[in-house]
């Protein structure tokens, strides 16, 4: 399970700090050190565990900190706080545009687990909110990835639109979103082309699908397993399609879970959902409190 370092190494210093009736500035230097070395072996962003710090001594070796009354015990909540923050205070919810269908744009590099998770957010919106989501197949260039596509809407039980190979990806996008309208699906999500790497080519034909459908959401979907490089992944994309939030997968995997503690710092955009296993149920709403909670025990 990802964190399980970052809380095996942060529930001994928290063990320690605890257990004291009185902290004083020195225990709160430890403590600090302990936590940073931690999160950079989680491979969080050297710059975020430098910022994180700086406001963690801050707010901990204040007055109120040291003479409370359970000072170990403060200074623990003022981790945690931070560490919500962190990764974006309270969760965000899914967008719904004011005039039915809100269409999303799943995009993301191949093999971070977009297509699996594009049936993964179909299956929640129709269990959480009852909606009805149509699922549409725009990666023309991997008749496998279309396929895979189609068997998930047909485990759902959900409509997929696909033209095959042969069409452009803006026409695809725009032409389900009409069928949409005339089917009375309140959700599209479309399934976007991935690459190895980012390169200029896919930014160019993800930029054009979203001119011209203009989606409610645009969730990148990355892969935690790949650590720092889920960063900068994020960053490249967020650049050029400025996306509204972040599915993080294999999150049940043994991962440091840096990924997750720096890219809403990074990139300022939320993480909203985690992939917790391969199975269409296995996706939950990403809580940062609940979040912090797991890695400090
Ligand atoms: P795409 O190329 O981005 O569309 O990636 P896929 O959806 O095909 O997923 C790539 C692989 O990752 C597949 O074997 C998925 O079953 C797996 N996968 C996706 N999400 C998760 C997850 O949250 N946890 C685990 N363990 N595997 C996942």
New binding site residues.
Partial sequence: MAFEGLADRLQGTIKKITGKGKVTEQDVKEMTREVRLALLEADVNFKVVKDLIKRIKERAIGQEVLQGLNPGQQVIKVVKEELTELMGGEQSKIAVANKPPTVIMMV??????????TGKLANHLRKKYNRNPMLVAADVYRPA?IN?LETLGKQLDMPVYSKGTEANPVDIAKEAIDQAKEDHKDYVII?TA?RLHVDEGLMDELQQIKDTVQPDEIFL?VDSMTGQDAVNVAESFDEQLDISGVVL?????DTRGGAALSIKAVTGKPIKFA????KLD?LEAFHPDRMASRILG
């Fill in positions: 993301g590099l191949q093999g971070a687990g977009k297509t699996t998770t990835a895979q399934d991935g979907v997968t294999k999150l049940d995997g992939g917790m296993g391969e296995q």
